[in-house]
């Protein structure tokens, strides 16, 4: 019974995914395949604690759906109104698809119930037993931080890499604009402020520190810490100018830069990149996990606010003009 | 056993009714603010039902704590949430809907 309600839910996942999928690829509103995307993004996480891969979810639900559905809205405010709806040519296509599209959704559907229901493909189970086997010799006791710290360190490294060279790349298009509108923020606002930046605060620290034993990490935790500071930047709240210069980014490039030395460190003393002396003591593990995700936090929210700091003197993102100001 | 058994069943098919009110308020209201409250009835009782049901059902106390408060953030986001944009839509000019 329990199998079945489990096959059924399976079933509806996989089904409302492809539609949402489709539907948010076959829209001509910008702003409804955004909404969508974030949509997706929250389905696709639950499908991720189907599959028993909590770390999976969580990262999907704040990164995949909170932190790019807000990149993807503000970069929907930059556009001007008339690229918001991409016109689309061929409507009558457009329909045929329409009468497609059940059979779209029905077959990736069917091709999941099949790979659950058959005993062969579920019993393949890939790299998880030697993975467990050598999980004692490295200084963490949950398999995906072993594998994301210390078996594949070196795609976790470029992973980091990248997200710096995307800040790089925003930075080096224009200087940083006003991102919100001028009226005043709603008392409600702030009140919300004030209760949820502790907990988000508190619950990055405790992920971080659970990244060890259980699901969790650098990457949850800096994804976290970053819903923080997008609702600090939501509430007008700014980096003060003096800190807006090397501060900020010795920030943003200090997790991939202690990862990269303790990487060049590995290499000199034992002679491979990556192979931590002693097998990765836990403290290098956590150190590089703290220094990980107050980085991603960083560049999660600098890449939201989309622009490099213009001066040293002003605020980062600076404040918009308000003629009403100006006059009181 | 089936006392709580049954209350879980009992609450958690009053927390699916909240819902689909909620759901078919948000598709058939008339304007952005009656559709706030309909979403925001199901959000704040619904889920206050779901938590509940699973409370009867937690093994540990912390297990219930967690529950609570995970009812206790959507309550104030979500509270503060409808508020902000039935803000947004005042500002925007939009008049509430009236039954003549």
Redesign the interface.
């Known amino acids: 019974m329990t199998l079945l309600f489990g096959h059924l839910i399976d079933l509806l996942l996989a089904v409302s995914l492809t539609v949402l999928a489709w539907r948010l690829l076959a829209t001509s509103d910008l702003f409804k395949a955004t909404v969508l995307f974030i949509a997706f993004g929250l389905l696709m996480a639950l499908a991720w604690v189907r599959l028993d891969a909590p770390d999976l979810a969580l990262a999907e639900a704040v990164i995949g759906a909170g932190i790019t559905g807000v990149l993807l809205l503000t970069a929907l405010r930059h556009l001007d109104s008339g690229a918001r709806v991409a016109r689309m040519s061929g409507r009558s296509g457009r329909r045929s698809l329409r009468v497609l599209l059940p059979a779209l959704g029905i077959m990736p559907a069917l091709l999941v119930l099949l790979c659950l229901s058959s005993p062969h493909i579920r019993s393949t189970a890939g790299l998880t037993a030697s993975v467990i086997e050598r999980l004692d010799q490295i200084g963490t006791d949950h398999p995906v931080t072993a594998v994301l710290l210390d078996f594949r360190a070196y795609d976790t490294l470029l992973e980091t890499a990248v997200l710096l060279l995307a800040v790089v790349a925003v930075w080096s298009l224009h200087p940083v604009r006003p991102i919100f509108s001028p009226?005043p923020i709603?008392p409600?606002?702030r009140?919300?402020l004030r209760?949820?930046l502790p907990?988000l605060i508190m619950t990055s620290l405790y992920l971080l520190w659970r990244g060890s034993h259980a699901p969790g990490g650098a990457f949850q935790a800096g994804a976290l810490l970053a819903a923080g500071l997008l609702l600090l930047l939501l509430s007008e709240q700014r980096l003060p100018g003096r800190w807006s210069g090397m501060f900020l980014r010795l920030l943003l490039a200090g997790g991939f830069m202690i990862f990269l030395l303790v990487a060049a460190g590995a290499l000199v003393g034992t002679g491979t990149l990556l192979d931590y002396p002693g097998g990765g003591a836990s403290w290098l593990l956590l150190s590089i996990e703290a220094a990980l995700s107050l980085s991603i936090a960083a560049l999660l929210a600098t890449a939201v606010i989309g622009g490099r700091p213009s001066d040293r003197s002003t605020e980062f993102p600076p404040r918009r003009k308000d003629p009403a100001g100006e006059e009181g | 056993m089936f006392l709580r058994d049954a209350t879980t069943c009992l609450l958690l098919l009053a927390a699916a009714s909240f819902f689909l009110a909620g759901l078919v308020g948000l598709l058939r209201f008339p304007d952005v603010f009656c559709r706030l409250h309909a979403l925001t009835k199901a959000d704040n009782l619904g889920l206050g039902l779901v938590c509940i049901a699973l409370i009867i059902q937690a093994d540990s106390w912390h297990g219930a704590v967690r529950l609570l408060l995970t009812w206790f953030l959507v309550l104030v986001s979500g509270a503060t949430i409808a508020h902000l944009i039935a803000r947004k839509a005042l500002q925007q000019g939009q008049t509430p809907w009236r039954n003549r």
């Open positions: 009226e709603s409600a606002q009140g919300l209760l949820l907990v």
